[in-house]
């Protein structure tokens, strides 16, 4: 059974770095595209981006220039960068895995989530 | 950006009733519509994808339909388990959005 687990800081100053990890386990990181997302507490969804497995990425534009996200196969982990963090970035934040067919795509495994607040 | 809208915003129902809830997507998404519920306190969790592909594990009273730009979730015989906050999301253009999300009430 394929597990993810967020980890990271659950405070963070305004303007600096934002960084999560998540530890993969229970299944193989290939051909999967390895999503992150967050969502304000009592609010909607939103889609991060994701690194493929083979290392192509896809950024939301309007968090393109603050966000990095990288996956280290070596060590089953998916990593989240969000730099000059203000309020607005305080969220819960998922690590998704999705899958990608003919005509799909879809986020078929998540993280519990890791509340991230940004406050001095 | 493809925008995704949701109706209702909420809704009260009964164990037993069919639930319709449809997403509307502003441009053309193909078959790149997936549902999601989501439980207070818990991650989301995949009940349809490809408009109308079942996830595995998923109960036989969920379906999905639609195409183009307009897409239904339906529940047909509610079970307690079921009441939760179901999004829809298009994976067919970056950034994939989400809708604002459908909460079902008892």
């Known amino acids: 059974q394929v597990q993810l687990q967020e980890s990271g800081p659950g405070l963070v100053k305004p303007s600096e770095t934002l960084s999560l990890t998540c530890n993969v386990s229970?299944?193989?990181?290939?051909?999967?595209?390895w999503s992150w997302l967050r969502q304000p507490p009592g609010k909607g969804l939103e889609w991060i981006g994701y690194?493929?497995?083979?290392?192509?990425?896809n950024y939301n534009p309007s968090l393109r220039s603050r966000v990095t996200i990288s996956v280290d196969t070596s060590k089953n982990q998916v990593s989240l960068k969000l730099n000059s963090v203000t309020a607005a970035d305080t969220a819960i934040y998922y690590c998704?895995?999705?899958?990608?067919?003919?005509?799909?795509?879809?986020?078929?495994?998540w993280g519990q989530g890791a509340l991230v607040t940004v406050s001095s | 950006d493809i925008q995704m809208t949701q109706s209702p915003s909420s809704l009260s129902a009964s164990v037993g009733d069919k639930v319709t809830i449809t997403c509307r997507a502003s441009?053309?998404?193909?078959?790149?519509l997936n549902w999601y519920q989501q439980k207070p306190g818990k991650a989301p969790k995949v009940v349809i994808f490809n408009v109308s592909s079942l996830q595995s594990g998923v109960p036989s009273r969920f379906s999905g339909s639609g195409s183009g730009t307009d897409f239904t979730l339906t529940i047909r015989g509610l079970q307690p388990e079921d009441f939760a906050t179901y999004f829809c999301?298009?994976?067919?253009?970056?950034?994939?959005?989400f809708g604002p999300g459908t909460q079902v009430e008892i």
């Open positions: 229970g299944g193989s990181m290939s051909y999967y595209h």
């Open positions: 690194m493929y497995s083979s290392g192509n990425t």
């Open positions: 441009q053309s998404i193909s078959t790149y």
């Open positions: 999301q298009q994976s067919y253009s970056a950034p994939y959005n």
């Open positions: 998704a895995r999705a899958y990608s067919g003919s005509y799909w795509h879809y986020l078929d495994y």
